[in-house]
């Protein structure tokens, strides 16, 4: 009896020594632990025992690129813990459209592109579409002013995309016999003398103390020739293009003369322009705010490329590396204010490779084909 006592009291041992291996270890050692890391809690080395928890990454942006209407974004992000990266991808939301109007074509609140063009009034007195009051407009053709038509400045808008106006000396219909043509966007103004001859394609046109003044849409001006004092105030205008370039043109009247054009300009990002009471901005192919409206430009990675950057607003007043891309040619701007003028540039080059540039508080420096570093 005693012998079974024992041999079964051995067993005993025996099963508790195999099955309870890690709760007597664990009892009895002295641990040594691995800290906790951001995906394992703390662990023994020795019983492989776990306290805690894991302490979780702590990720933080270190770059970022915005959506557009047509493409996703970005953000590459970094844990501070342990180092980790990875990029994560911010999906764009697509168009979000605005329906055409019977003077407006469908229009993206985002990014103002447009499809389309306007649906266009229905009836003569009064819009069977939108009830507007409609207007004694002109339709395209050829006027004699002082007979047609009386002298005087008139309100022009397109039909579908651009219209077409010739000022002529005559009616011959010859290159010598035209004193100014041009390409209206949306709408304008033109200025006609007595014994001049108008002629207007794809287009309305009216006497300008009858016609409407412009107003934003989705928070934006949209492309077209604005009368400052008119449509738009005086003061400082943020641009932006819709499209590969956008046409920037200041001129003092409505005439469409080439010695009238205080200046004109090709952008291809953004750029500021101060206008003055009396002037005409042109704006095709892009929109614009006022300045206290617009958007600061965020640096991709740190790097700034082709627009123009106000120093003090954009980017800090300092000495600044401009990169050329590639082999490209580049070109740098630094002007004193935002009229585009001759006078206004305080330097200017061409240049392949880098430059070093110095910009003071309230100066512009424009950029194409070429970028600055934005030191953090």
């Known amino acids: 009896m005693k012998k079974n006592i024992c041999i079964i009291f051995m067993l005993i041992i025996v099963l508790i020594s195999l099955s309870s291996c890690s709760l007597f270890e664990s009892i009895t050692c002295e641990h040594e632990w691995s800290p906790a890391t951001c995906e394992k809690p703390q662990t023994c080395l020795k019983c492989g025992k776990i306290e805690g928890d894991a302490l979780g990454h ?35 939301p697509g168009h979000q459209w605005i329906d055409a109007t019977c003077t407006t074509p469908k229009l993206c609140s985002v990014c ?30 050829m006027y004699l002013v002082g007979q047609d038509i009386p002298a005087g400045e008139y309100y ?49 046109f009216i006497e300008i103390d009858l016609a409407p003044t412009a107003t934003m849409l989705a928070g934006v001006y949209s492309a077209g020739m604005y009368k400052v004092g008119r449509d738009i105030s ?48 042109t704006v095709n192919r892009g929109v614009f705010v006022p300045i206290a409206n617009a958007e600061r430009p965020t640096p991709e990675n740190g790097v700034l490329k082709d627009g123009m950057y106000k120093a003090g607003r954009d980017i800090p007043a300092g000495e ?17 204010n935002s009229r585009h003028t001759l006078s206004s540039i305080v330097k200017n080059e061409n240049f392949i490779g880098e430059r070093y540039i110095t910009v003071q508080e309230g100066q512009y420096l424009t950029i194409k084909n070429g970028y600055i570093v934005i030191k953090k």
């Open 234 to 281: 005086a003061g400082e205008y943020y641009v932006y293009t819709y499209s590969s370039l956008c046409y920037l043109e200041l001129a003092l009247d409505s005439t469409h003369t080439l010695k009238d054009i205080i200046c004109n300009e090709t952008i291809d990002t953004y750029a500021y322009i101060t206008v003055q009471d009396g002037e005409y901005l």
């Open 58 to 92: 702590n990720f933080q942006v270190e770059s970022y690129v915005d959506t557009t209407c047509t493409t996703d974004g970005s953000q590459n992000i970094k844990c501070v813990n342990c180092g980790q990266t990875k990029t994560e991808i911010i999906k764009s």
């Open 320 to 336: 600044y590396t401009i990169y050329s891309d590639s082999d490209r040619n580049a070109y740098f701007e630094v002007a004193i």
């Open 112 to 141: 103002n592109i447009t499809i389309g063009e306007p649906l266009g009034h229905i009836g003569d007195d009064i819009c069977k579409r939108c009830g507007e009051k409609l207007l004694p407009y002109h339709k395209a053709g």
């Open 156 to 204: 022009i808008k397109s039909q579908s995309g651009s219209c077409y106006i010739e000022i002529a000396s005559d009616s011959s219909g010859t290159l010598q016999s035209i004193i100014a043509n041009d390409n209206i966007q949306s709408f304008g103004y033109v200025t006609l003398k007595n014994g001049q001859y108008f002629t207007l394609k794809n287009g309305l």
